[in-house]
Nanobody, 123 residues
């Protein structure tokens, strides 16, 4: 079992930056590749970014490429999502998730999920 707790969400203006964190506890963090997802009101959950356990391979949705950066600190059992140049359409609840799958993209089955953190971007 892995427990995931997101933090760092908030209310910001368009163009601002936020850094989300996801702290993991339970089983060995490096056993998992990690992903960030988001769900806006009335919309389906969508993949945002993924990172392999080494931290050397990352994957992004087209909508966030060049603006968001996923990273992880295995010594701290934490994965991050740095979000720059935020837009109103980035408003959503952001979730982190853990997967055994080799490639942590939207096609992977995720085994554990956090409770989410709200990000609201005003125009």
């Amino acid at each position: 079992q892995v427990q995931l707790v997101e933090s760092g969400g908030g209310l910001v203006q368009a163009g601002d930056s936020l850094r989300l964190s996801c702290a993991a506890s339970g089983r060995t963090f490096t056993n998992y590749n990690m992903g960030w997802f988001r769900q806006a009101p009335g919309k389906e959950r969508e993949f945002v970014a993924g990172i392999r356990w080494t931290g050397r391979s990352t994957y992004y949705a087209d909508s966030v490429k060049g603006r968001f950066t996923i990273s992880r600190d295995n010594a701290k059992n934490t994965v991050y999502l740095q979000m720059n140049s935020l837009k109103p359409e980035d408003t959503a609840v952001y979730y982190c998730a853990a997967t055994y799958s080799t490639i942590p993209t939207d096609q992977a089955p995720y085994d554990y999920w956090g409770q989410g953190t709200q990000v609201t971007v005003s125009s």
